[in-house]
């Protein structure tokens, strides 16, 4: 299973420097909602969570990370 990320520094203006990643689309979802709201003042909906959805991105694998360097 390919781990999911999101990262704050990805959205224009932002400061933020947090990057959350997990397992399952559906753990991430959770930590990145309850970071919008708690941290940045968003209000949780469901036009919220699904532009962070669309805004997922896959881990680079162990293999990846190799090729890389």
């Known amino acids: ?29 959770e930590a990145i909602v309850e970071h919008a709201v708690k941290v940045h003042g968003h209000k949780d909906s469901p036009e919220l969570r699904a532009q962070f959805i669309a805004e997922f991105k896959d881990e680079p694998g162990k293999a990846d990370m190799r090729l890389a360097a």
């Open 1 to 29: 299973m390919t781990r999911k990320y999101i990262d704050c520094r990805d959205y224009p203006g932002s400061s933020c420097t947090v990057r959350i990643s997990a397992d399952s689309e559906a753990e991430l979802i």
